[in-house]
């Protein structure tokens, strides 16, 4: 059983800064991609960052710059470093592992962490 567990979220000032961290536990194949969403009230889940195996990375338009996502793989932890935060950084973030197995894909997702950024 896959667990992903998210941890670090709370309430900054907008310029303020954060640092994510997701622990995942059980098994699970090396050929995978890790990655951080967010989710806003009314507003869809988005991608905000990912890294893969090779530790490649990609980010969304609006944190670039500003946010830094990074793994270690012996721990089996990925962080989301995020730099002067504003308001519209507010959301509830979930940590997301997307693996391939046999040819099988599967998704995991953590329960999510809530960041608040006032002005």
């Known amino acids: 059983q896959v667990q992903l567990v998210e941890s670090g979220g709370g309430l900054v000032r907008a310029g303020g800064s954060l640092r994510l961290s997701c622990a995942m536990s059980g098994s699970f194949s090396s050929d995978n991609l890790m990655a951080w969403y967010r989710q806003a009230p009314g507003k869809q889940r988005e991608a905000v960052a990912a890294?893969?195996?090779?530790?490649?990375?990609n980010y969304m338009n609006s944190v670039k710059g500003r946010f830094t996502i990074s793994r270690d793989n012996a721990k089996n932890t990925i962080y989301l470093e995020m730099n002067s935060l504003k308001p519209d950084d507010t959301a509830v973030y979930y940590c997301n592992l997307d693996v391939v197995f046999g040819g099988v894909r599967s998704q995991y997702w953590g329960q999510g962490t809530q960041v608040t950024v006032s002005s």
């Open positions: 890294i893969d195996k090779g530790d490649n990375t």
